[in-house]
């Protein structure tokens, strides 16, 4: 009877410890996190990038999916898929790929693919971005008798001017770009805007950097070009930093903090030098 309960409680025990083997690699295969990916297009002059950024769920808010390996794919209209390549986004969960190699001659859409597969981390994930091509060009109009005047045309690849468009007009600064004029401009029928500049701005030798931009399109992307002028009012440079100020650098510390200080300690150590020596006379006048 003894034999047959100590059997039993072994039988037991290998059963219990088999569960919670099985429960334990259970709760880990669950433990997967699901990755949300997210890619735009984005065309900057001459280059054609996709800015891509992963994130997945935890502790109820949304964290980085950091150093996410990602394959990356190109689709054309007859669904012939070419991988371009393998991206590893960064720490805070966005990367850039370049896809500029992949857009040819003949194309006017094209859809990029971005898959993760399985890992040990992340179940399976992937996003697709699909766009029409299409050409933002934009032009400086200067006129001593007029306005000055930024005329931006949209086009698709065929030269086909596209209608009905938003576009916005920005003036590049150090913290973030002003908006130009109204908020947003609509291409008309030839595919064109005027934005006038009517106020001028300061610049850095009278050069300022304006923008057009396409942005976050659902059918064509984000598109920006950039205009390069000299309308900008020139900046003085009022600084001090380089002349002999109290907040200028080291070597041109003015000359009255270099030698006002320099006097009272050679003043203090020269009556110390004395307080010793008279000290030191007396000592001996004392012994003699």
Request: charged share 25%; hydrophobic share 40%.
């Amino acid at each position: 009877m003894k034999n047959n309960m100590k059997t039993s409680k072994i039988i037991l025990a290998i059963s219990c410890t088999l569960f919670m083997a099985f429960s334990s690699s259970k709760i880990e295969a669950q433990e997967k996190q699901n990755a949300r990916i997210s890619v735009q297009y984005n065309k900057i002059g001459n280059q054609n990038l996709l800015k891509i950024s992963a994130k997945y769920k935890e502790d109820k808010k949304f964290v980085p999916a950091s150093d996410l390996n990602l394959k990356v794919y190109k689709t054309v209209s007859d669904d012939s898929t070419t991988l371009l390549g393998t991206l590893k986004l960064a720490k805070d969960g966005n990367g850039i790929f370049d896809v500029s190699n992949a857009i040819t001659k003949g194309l006017d859409t094209i859809s990029f693919s971005v898959v993760h597969e399985a890992s040990d981390k992340f179940e399976e994930a992937s996003n697709e971005v699909g766009i029409k091509l299409a050409n933002l060009s934009a032009v400086l109009n200067l006129d001593d008798e007029t306005t000055p005047t930024i005329m931006a045309t949209l086009t698709d690849v065929n030269n086909v001017p596209l209608e009905g468009v938003e576009l916005k007009v920005k003036l590049q600064r150090s913290f973030a770009p002003l908006a130009i004029g109204e908020d947003s401009y609509f291409t008309d029928e030839s595919g064109t805007i005027n934005v006038p500049i009517t106020v001028k701005m300061p610049g850095l030798d009278g050069k300022l950097i304006y923008e057009v931009i396409i942005d976050e399109n659902e059918t064509y992307g984000s598109i920006k070009t950039i205009i390069e002028s000299n309308l900008g009012t020139k900046i003085k440079d009022l600084s001090t930093f380089d002349q002999r100020t109290m907040w200028g650098p080291p070597r041109k510390a003015p000359l009255v903090a270099l030698i006002v200080p320099n006097l009272l300690i050679f003043g203090i150590w020269l009556t110390l030098f004395f307080l010793i020596f008279n000290l030191y006379r007396i000592s001996k006048q004392k012994k003699s």
